[in-house]
C-alpha cells in the first residue's frame, strides 16, 4: 500500500478504522472466544476459519474478477496433501508411512522425498496450488474461455484430480487418505489440545494475512483493473491491457490462498482425503461467498462463518433438513439477495424491504423530504452519476 | 484377436458414447439454445429413473403375461412427460427470471438439484400430503388475492405472508402425519433401486463370436431415435423454427411477434423431457440412487462443451469419441495388444504409460487432458458456431 499511501486525512482515519476494526475482532476470536469454548469446538472454529480464507480466495476470483471456479477443492486439497505428506513423514530414518506397506510398496515414492524437510513443504503447501491453478488458467484464459466453460472445465479438473486422487494407492493411499492426527511436529502430537490451540491462533493470524492480501490486491490500480475485467473483458483488452495476464496472476493467487487455508484445514480436522475434491464442496465454497456478499471481502468471511454454523446447528439435529437448505439458500442468494447480506445492507436493503411489504421507507431525515416525489427526483438529476459497480456480471 | 479387440473397442465405445450423447442431448439444446447451464440436469435423469422404477411396478400384475416387456415403452414416455412438466416448472419459477446471468443460473440449477436428491431420499406420505397443502394454501391464496383490484399493492405483502403462513401449516401437518408408520415411511429411501428390464433387453445377440447385449443395442437405438426425433423438430416443426429463430437473435425474433418466452419455456421443457428419457435409459444398465446425476452431469457438459455449442452433429461426434477414448484407454486393451504383438520390451515407457491409465478412473484423467489439449486447438469446440453472433 506504500504506491497508494491514503493522502488525504480522511481517507487515512478510514484506514485506521478499518485496520482497529479487523484487530479488534481478531483479538476477541483469539482470547475471548477460547476462554468461552471448550478447545474440541474451538477446533471447529478453526476449521470455520480456515474455510473463511478459502472463501476469500474464491471472492478474489468471482466477486471481483467475474470468474467462477467450480475447482477449489483441487486446490485446497492439495495444500492439505503437502502438509499431510509432511506429517506422515516425521518417522526413523529409512521407515516409510505404515499404509504402504498395505499395498506391497516398499520403496518411497520419488516424489514424496521433498516432502521430508519442512521449509520446503510450507514453501509446497501455497506454491503448487498456485502453480495447479496458474497452468489450468493460463490453458483455458489464453483461448478466452470464459464465463461458464470456465467454471465447467474448473469442474471437470476437479472431478479429475478427485479420480486421480482417489484411484492412485500406491502413490498416496486412495481413499483414505493421509491421517495427520496422530503425527508428530516439533515434538508434539498434532492432534493434542496444545497443538491445536496454537493452530487455531495460527488461522487467525493467517486469515488476518489473507484478508489484508486481498484488501490491498483489490483497493489499488490492480483490484480496479480486476473488476473492469469482471465488468467488461473485451473493453479491457482494447484499451491496450492484456486481461489474460491478470487473471492467470489473480486465478493462481486464489489457489495459493486455497492451499494454504487446505493445509490449515488438514491439520485441524485430523485427516486429508479425496473427499475434499467432492464436487459439492467445491460449489459450496462459492455460496459463503454469495450468501456473505461477493465483492466484499467481509462478506466472504462472514458468509463462510455463518453457513457452515448453520450446518454445524442442522445437520446435528436434523441431518436430512440441511441439504434442503443447502438448496434454498443458493435459490435465495441468487434471485432475492444477489449480493449477499453485506451488499443488501449497502443498497439500504431494509428500506426495500419495507417498499416490498407496502410500507413507506423509513427515514431518518424530515420525512416530508424524503417522501417527496419532486425532491427525489431533483435529487436523482444531481447524483445521476453511474454507479462504481457495473451490473452485468 | 486383435480384429475382435477392435469389435469389442469399438461397440462399446459406440454403446458409451450413446448414454453419453443421449445423457446430453437435452443439455446440448438447452446450453446450445438458450445458454443456459442446467445442473439440476442430471437430477432430471434420476426423477425419469425413479419414474421408470415405478411405471414397472404398476406393470407388476401383468407380470407373467408378454404385456409387461412393454411397460418400457410406457416408462419411456412417463419419464419423458415428468421431467418435462418439472423441467417446465423450474423454468417458469426460476430460470426465467435470470436469464443472461449465466453464473446465477448455474448456481440456481445446483441449488434446484440439491433438493431433488434430498427430495427422493425423504419424500414419503407425510411430506407428499404437506406438499400438496403448501400448494394449494399458496399459489390457491395468491389466486384468490388476486382477484381483488389492489393486487399490485398488495402483492409483497401477501408473499410475505402466504409463504411463511403456508409453509409453516404444511411443515406442521406433515409433522403430525409423521406419527403414522405408514404415512412417515419414505417411499425410495437413500437406497440404490432395481429395475428389471424385460425380458426382450435381457440377454444378448451374438455375432461373429461377440457378446452384444441387447439392452446397449436398445440404448443405441433408443438415442438414435432421440436424435432423429430432435432434429426433425428443430428443422422441421413451426416450433423448431421459433426455437432457432430466438437462438440466432432474441430481439428481432420478439419483433417479428414469436412469443420469446413460450419458446424458452418449451425449450427447456423439451431439453428436460429428454434428460428423463435418457434417466430411464440408464435403468438398463444397473441399479440406480438419488446420485445417478453425479455420475453424468461432467461427463455430458465435456461432450457439449468438445462438440460446440449449438450443433447437435457436434454433440454427436464428441459423445462417441470421448465414449470410444474412455472405453479404449480404461478396458486396458491396449498394454493387452501390445503384449500379444510382443511390443512390450521395445515401447517399454509406452507400455507404461497405458497400462498406468487403464482402469476407468485413470481414463478419465487422460481424457480430460486430451479434452484440454484440444481445447487449446479448436478453443469453440469441434463445430463452432459462425457469424457475428458467435461467442464462446
Redesign the interface.
Known sequence: MTATAPTRPNQSKAWIKEVALVGGFALVFAVLIPLLIPVSRLQILGRFLSLAIVALGIDLVWGYTGLLSLGHGIFFALGGYALAMNLSLQLPKDVIPEFFGLYGVEDLPAFWEPFKSMPFTLLAVFVIPAAIAGLLGYVVFRNRIRGVYFSILTQAALVVFFNFFNGQQKLINGTNGLKTASAQLFGANVGSEGVQFKLYILTIVLLMGAYGLCRWLTSGRFGRLLIAIRDDEPRVRFSGYDPTAFKVLVFGMSGAIAGVAGALYTVQSGIVSPQYMDIAFSIEMVIWVAVGGRGTLVGAVLGALLVNWARVLLSERFPEVWLFFQGALFLIVVTVLPDGIIGWFRDGGINKARAFLGFPPKSRTFPAVDLDENIQREREMVDAAPPASGESR | MILQGLFDVLFNGLSIGAVLLIAALGLAIVFGLM?V?NLAHGELMMLGAYTTFIVQNAFKPLADTPLFGLYIFVALVAAFLVAAVMGLFLERQ?IR??Y?????????T??????L???V??VGGSMAIGLVLFSLLFWGGQALLRRRPDWN??Q??AL?VLLPLSGAIALVASFLLNGQPALAKPWFSARNIDVTAPGWLRGGLNFAGLQFPTARLFIIALTLVCLAGVYWFLQRSAWGLRIRAVTQNREMSACLGIPTDTVDALTFALGSGLAGVAGCAVTLLGSVGPNLG?NYI?DA??VV?VGGVGKLVGSVVAAIAIGTLTYLLGSGNVPLWMTQLNLTESLKPLFDFFSFFA?T??A??MV??L??VF??IK?AGLFPQKGRGAE?
Open positions: 445458454g447451464i426460476v427470471y435470470l443472461g446471468r449465466p453464473l446465477e443460473t448455474l448456481l440456481a445446483w441449488g434446484v438439484s440439491l433438493i436428491r434430498q427430495f431420499r425423504s399493492q398488495l409483497g405483502r410475505a453425479a461432467v457438459f465435456m462443451v482402469t478412473s485413470m478419465k484423467v480430460f487432458a479434452i484440454i481445447l487449446q478453443p464462446i
